[in-house]
């Protein structure tokens, strides 16, 4: 939900209030067909990464709730985490958001977090060293997260055609009056 937030403060608020979730797209299908195993350990291997690795982590921390599904966590004492997309995103910061809160996890849960890594078509779009400033940053994020799914109203948003008409929320949404 915080990529979600990232987007629009109101999907998260959306999400709780009505349990609404947004159908998977093609893309999102596909990858779970292909995106398997083999392919994110050839990734790791073409990185250099160092094992173990843990494909497809799912974790949770119990103190905030944040769980999330890391595709890679590569090393042991200090770890390197990887998000692995088949196709290359224009838009980056939404999953920029998801790298550091994957790294947030898995620092809690796992090892300390060096670096958190984005690889979209087999090729590393994105390498985040990881800083004590991300990690509280996401804490903070999580906060307002929280904020805005324990109110009773929708976060106030300015809702713009170009963001709100391919959101697939938009339906349910009452803020966007389309």
């Not at 995106?35 to 350990?41: I, V």
């Amino acid at each position: 939900m915080l990529k979600q937030m990232d987007y629009c403060p109101a999907i998260p608020w959306l999400i709780i209030k009505t349990g609404w979730i947004e159908p998977p797209t093609d893309s999102m299908k596909i990858a779970r067909e292909e995106a398997n195993a083999n392919y994110k350990e050839e990734i790791a291997e073409k990185l250099g990464l160092p094992k173990p690795w843990k494909i497809e982590a799912c974790l949770k921390d119990p103190e905030t709730g944040l769980t999330g599904c890391i595709d890679l966590i590569a090393g042991n004492k200090r770890i390197t985490i990887a998000e692995i997309k088949l196709y290359r995103r224009t838009r980056k910061n939404h999953i920029r958001t998801q790298l550091l809160a994957y790294a947030y996890l898995a620092n809690k849960t796992v090892a300390p977090v060096e670096r958190a890594i984005l690889i979209e078509a087999g090729e590393k779009t994105l390498d985040i060293p990881i800083t004590r400033e991300h990690l509280d940053s996401i804490r903070s994020r999580l906060e307002k997260l929280k904020t805005i799914i324990d109110s009773e109203e929708p976060p106030i948003v300015n809702p713009s055609d170009r963001q709100c008409i391919p959101c697939q929320y938009r339906r349910i949404c009452p803020l966007t009056g389309i």
